[in-house]
């Protein structure tokens, strides 16, 4: 039986909104606390929660080999991938950050035919990913995009990066051993890596409360309850109903929202050049996504599908 059609809408808009607005409280967090910890309390406290979702719903039992698992795709999607956002977080605009993501499709593709996971892309996805590496560069070699400032574009190769070892791990999420249980699995990731993002954020940047306002304190919440939770939920019942390119499309609607969001709460600048990047890469993204039906589109860590059972 088909679900009804207000809460596809409902899950869609939350994808959309929830996670195009994460790039700016995620700025909003960094200014009083520092970015690993951010990141870190963002997913060590969901990944808790939809851990023990999991096993309230599955007794499977949880290996040593599991647990090095996760902790593997663990360190590529939150350590490497959100550490680098987090950290960027503090040089570039929230909008400019959310494009700067949306490559993950670009480089999931790229990845895919290098490891030869999927047959030769065709023109229409040569073209596209040649045309978004184009707009990628204008975003991040031209200093009016950044402010001329060689840190923002610095922290802009991070976040490059991020979306790398994001694409690289979705890639080989479905070889990974893993639980049953998507709930399990993704919360052991989480888990893991927010637990490294912690332990790292107390060796080398410990949180001080001097600075913290209600601010930091709501845009911390809002990451981990709206953003990790809400967020993931709606994904997973989309996963279950909405053929995955549909689903995919949050990938070009997200910066679209962190734009806008960013120019309208921060005061973020949206200068002509950054408006042409974002179409071609855009343009690009979306041009993949929706020639690429029969491939993993880029997801939250884990691409089995969802069981019925374990919907929003």
Same mark, same amino acid.
């Given at each position: 039986?088909?679900? !009804?059609?207000?809460?596809?809408?409902?899950?869609?808009?939350?994808? $959309? %909104?929830?996670?195009?607005?994460?790039?700016?409280?995620?700025?909003?967090?960094?200014?009083?606390?520092? !970015?690993?910890?951010?990141?870190?309390? =963002?997913?060590?406290?969901?990944?808790?929660?939809?851990?023990?979702?999991?096993?309230?719903?599955?007794?499977?039992? &949880?290996? *040593?080999?599991?647990? %090095?698992?996760?902790?593997?795709?663990?360190?590529?999607?939150?350590?490497?991938?959100?550490?680098?956002?987090?950290?960027? @977080?503090?040089?570039?605009?929230?909008?400019?950050?959310?494009?700067?993501? /949306?490559?993950?499709? %670009?480089?999931?593709?790229?990845? #895919? *035919?290098?490891?030869?996971?999927?047959?030769?892309?065709?023109?229409?996805?040569?073209?596209?990913? /040649?045309?978004?590496?184009?707009? %990628?560069?204008?975003?991040?070699?031209?200093? #009016?995009?950044?402010?001329?400032?060689?840190?923002?574009?610095?922290?802009?190769? /991070?976040?490059?990066?991020?979306?790398?070892?994001? @694409?690289?791990?979705?890639?080989?999420?479905? =070889?990974? &051993?893993?639980?049953?249980?998507?709930?399990?699995?993704?919360?052991?990731?989480?888990?893991?890596?927010?637990?490294?993002? &912690?332990?790292?954020?107390?060796?080398?940047?410990? !949180?001080?409360?001097?600075?913290?306002?209600?601010?930091?304190?709501?845009?911390?919440? $809002?990451?981990?309850?709206?953003?990790?939770?809400?967020?993931?939920?709606?994904?997973? $019942?989309?996963?279950?109903?909405?053929?995955?390119?549909?689903?995919?499309? $949050?990938?070009?609607?997200?910066?679209?929202?962190?734009?806008?969001?960013?120019?309208?709460?921060?005061? #973020?600048?949206?200068?002509?050049?950054?408006?042409?990047?974002?179409?071609?890469?855009?343009?690009?993204?979306?041009?993949?996504?929706?020639?690429?039906?029969? /491939?993993?589109?880029? *997801?939250? !860590?884990?691409? *089995?599908?969802?069981?019925? #059972?374990?919907?929003?």
């Amino acid at each position: 039986m088909s679900p !009804p059609l207000w809460r596809i809408g409902l899950a869609f808009t939350a994808i $959309y %909104l929830i996670w195009g607005s994460t790039f700016l409280a995620t700025r909003f967090a960094v200014q009083a606390l520092p !970015p690993f910890f951010v990141a870190g309390f =963002r997913f060590f406290l969901g990944g808790l929660i939809l851990f023990l979702l999991g096993r309230a719903r599955s007794s499977e039992p &949880l290996t *040593r080999a599991h647990w %090095l698992a996760a902790a593997k795709l663990g360190i590529l999607f939150f350590v490497i991938c959100h550490g680098a956002v987090s950290w960027a @977080a503090k040089h570039v605009p929230s909008g400019v950050a959310a494009l700067l993501m /949306a490559s993950i499709a %670009l480089w999931t593709a790229v990845v #895919e *035919r290098l490891l030869q996971t999927q047959t030769r892309p065709g023109a229409r996805v040569l073209f596209s990913l /040649a045309g978004g590496f184009v707009g %990628l560069a204008i975003l991040v070699l031209k200093p #009016e995009s950044l402010a001329g400032s060689t840190q923002a574009q610095t922290a802009s190769l /991070a976040v490059l990066g991020g979306a790398l070892t994001w @694409a690289v791990a979705t890639v080989l999420s479905p =070889r990974t &051993l893993r639980p049953q249980s998507n709930f399990t699995s993704a919360g052991m990731q989480m888990l893991c890596g927010g637990g490294i993002l &912690l332990l790292g954020s107390a060796l080398f940047t410990p !949180p001080s409360l001097d600075r913290v306002t209600s601010v930091t304190v709501g845009a911390l919440a $809002y990451l981990t309850i709206v953003g990790a939770l809400i967020g993931f939920l709606s994904y997973t $019942y989309l996963l279950q109903h909405v053929p995955p390119t549909k689903v995919a499309t $949050y990938a070009y609607v997200n910066p679209v929202v962190a734009l806008l969001l960013g120019w309208a709460l921060a005061g #973020e600048t949206i200068s002509a050049q950054s408006l042409v990047a974002s179409l071609v890469v855009l343009a690009a993204v979306a041009n993949i996504v929706l020639s690429r039906s029969s /491939a993993v589109p880029p *997801r939250w !860590p884990n691409s *089995r599908p969802v069981p019925a #059972e374990q919907g929003a």
